[in-house]
């Protein structure tokens, strides 16, 4: 089936197909010409894959974060980002990246922080000189934190494969590496906007305004302590958390910053219901795909074919690194983890490699995928928003995908940074 599988899935990506499709259909395919299995077992494990109650947080943090993105929030956040770092060289590019920081750990999605406080500053940053495609590129590398800095849908899902890491400890790994790619970001933007003379016009605010607008911002990023604080100690299941979060995100919303009404609630329900869908489409989708490669034995099969090799641990990190930036060209992080991690998992906790830092590892390299052409999603929210073409967009980005790699290699091999955390806080 394998050899009808893959140059089927291939074709449809290439026709333009969305990612659940094109997996759903190669695996008919597939299972049409190659197989005696009836085409219903493609439905069957679809349910079969989404039929999880880990899986119940996904639309209840969508939802949270659909929330917590009203107007109110978001430009609490973005002030407070501008607040701390506005009156420096390329200022709002800093306000856009520190404040994509704090959106993360509200959305979980790079796409959430790229659509929401992204755009806005974009108009932000042309408004005061900067070049728009130069802004666009800015805002899809620092939205990269999104499935990073905790809480992330992307770990969620990355536990569900892996029995040897639990979301709380993924949770707290990727705060730190999420914070080494701000910085790179930051220091990226810092380079080329010395180089073209991007300035700010504002002073530092007095420090009892910074204090002001923090306090100001504080319920907003107080989601994140209550999320992974809770899960620490036991007080909630990341399931639970997650319809915590939701209620967390209505009070703060309404009785806070007064920026939602109940009767705006079921048009927010829905939002979050087709996210949602299409987040689990996928999802089961990828399900069905990795269940033709298990029944085709190519997990077993490369994983035997790599512990042969007799590899160390840092070389297979390298070879990991390279597969998956690959691979990221043309699947989402979603169904890559859902394919890849049943396979590699296992082998890197053999070559004795610590689980969270290797789920970080994953993580952040399916995420650059969203950064690179031919699908790279973020290219293509950001070239909406900004009426640009894709292609302008990447003519900019090669600073930030030198900042980018630059942090992966980091991560790579610097494994306290995925690890520390997680090892003082308990988990």
């Known amino acids: 089936m394998a050899e009808i599988l893959f140059p089927a899935l291939f074709v449809l990506l290439a026709l333009g197909l969305p990612v659940a499709f094109a997996m759903a259909i190669s695996v008919f395919v597939a299972l049409s010409f190659g197989s005696s ?99 666009g590129a800015l805002t899809i590398a620092s939205a990269v934190v999104g499935p990073i800095i905790p809480p992330s849908i992307t770990m969620i899902i990355y536990a569900m494969q892996d029995q040897e890491v639990s979301v709380g400890s993924l949770f707290m790994a990727g705060v730190l590496p999420g914070i080494l790619i701000t910085v790179m970001v930051l220091l990226a933007n810092a380079h080329v906007s010395r180089r073209r003379g991007y300035a700010s016009g504002e002073a530092m605010p007095p420090l009892s305004e910074i204090g002001r607008i923090a306090l100001h911002a504080f319920p907003a990023l107080l989601l994140i302590v209550l999320i992974v604080g809770g899960i620490r100690f036991g007080i909630f299941t990341p399931t639970e958390a997650s319809v915590i979060a939701v209620f967390y995100a209505l009070f703060v919303a309404i009785f806070v910053y007064r920026s939602f009404r109940l009767r705006d609630l079921p048009d927010t329900i829905l939002r979050a219901a087709i996210v949602s869908g299409a987040v689990l489409l996928i999802l089961g989708a990828a399900r069905a795909f990795a269940w033709v490669l298990i029944i085709e034995g190519i997990p077993q099969m490369l994983a035997e074919t790599i512990i042969a090799w007799d590899l160390s641990p840092i070389v297979f990190l390298l ?105 003082v806080s308990g988990f």
């Open 319 to 423: 070879a990991v690194n390279a597969l998956l930036l690959i691979f990221g060209l043309f699947m989402d992080p979603l169904p890559g983890v859902m394919i890849l991690v049943p396979i590699l998992a296992p082998i890197s906790f053999a070559l004795g490699i610590d689980p969270d830092h290797f789920a970080i590892i994953v993580i952040v390299n399916l995420t650059l995928g969203l950064t690179t052409p031919p699908v790279g999603s973020l290219i293509f929210v950001v070239s909406s928003a900004v009426s640009l073409k894709p292609t302008t967009l990447v003519r900019e980005m090669p600073p930030f995908f030198l900042a980018l790699a630059v942090a992966l290699l980091a991560i790579t091999f610097v494994p306290g940074l995925s690890t520390w955390l997680p090892r």
């Open 37 to 135: 299995y009836p085409n219903i077992v493609v439905v069957k494990e679809m349910f079969s894959g989404l039929d999880s109650f880990p899986l119940l947080a996904v639309p209840f943090f969508i939802l949270a974060a659909e929330i917590m993105t009203a107007g109110a929030v978001t430009l609490a956040l973005l002030r407070l980002a501008q607040s701390l770092v506005g009156h420096l060289r390329g200022g709002l590019g800093h306000a856009n990246v520190v404040s994509s920081a704090m959106f993360a750990g509200i959305s979980g999605s790079a796409l959430a922080d790229a659509a929401g406080p992204g755009a806005m500053m974009i108009r932000m940053m042309e408004r005061g000189g900067y070049d728009r495609a130069y802004a």
